[in-house]
């Protein structure tokens, strides 16, 4: 059963960082891409970022330079670090594995910048 676990959201106020983590199961998790999507209260789903299997990265122009994506194979999990955070970057953020199409996802970690 393919399981993805986000973790690190929380409230922190504008210039602050966080530090999300997705641990991954049930599935061989070196051999696929990931992706952050995040989604606002009232606005569509939105790509952040995406990591390839080669550690290749792609960032969305709103968070170029200001999130990391990175992937740990040993653990089987994938951080976005986020740094001077804004009030806009409020939304659920989630991850899923995969780039482009998405056939998983996980429930979700809300980070709130206020």
């Known amino acids: 059963q393919v ?5 690190g959201g929380g409230l922190v106020q504008p210039g602050g960082s966080l530090r999300l983590s997705c641990a991954g199961s049930g599935f061989a998790f070196d051999r696929w891409g990931m992706t952050w999507v995040r989604q606002a209260p009232g606005k569509e789903r939105e790509f952040v970022s ?4 080669d550690g290749t990265t792609s960032y969305a122009d709103s968070v170029k330079g200001q999130f990391t994506i990175s992937k740990d194979k040993a653990k089987d999990t994938v951080y976005l670090q986020m740094n001077s955070l804004k009030t806009e ?10 780039q482009g199409s998405l056939p ?6 809300q980070v709130t910048v206020s």
């Open 3 to 7: 399981q993805l676990v986000e973790s």
């Open 50 to 53: 995406s990591i390839s299997t």
């Open 89 to 98: 970057d409020t939304a659920m953020y989630y991850c899923a594995a995969g």
């Open 104 to 109: 998983y996802w996980g429930q979700g970690t």
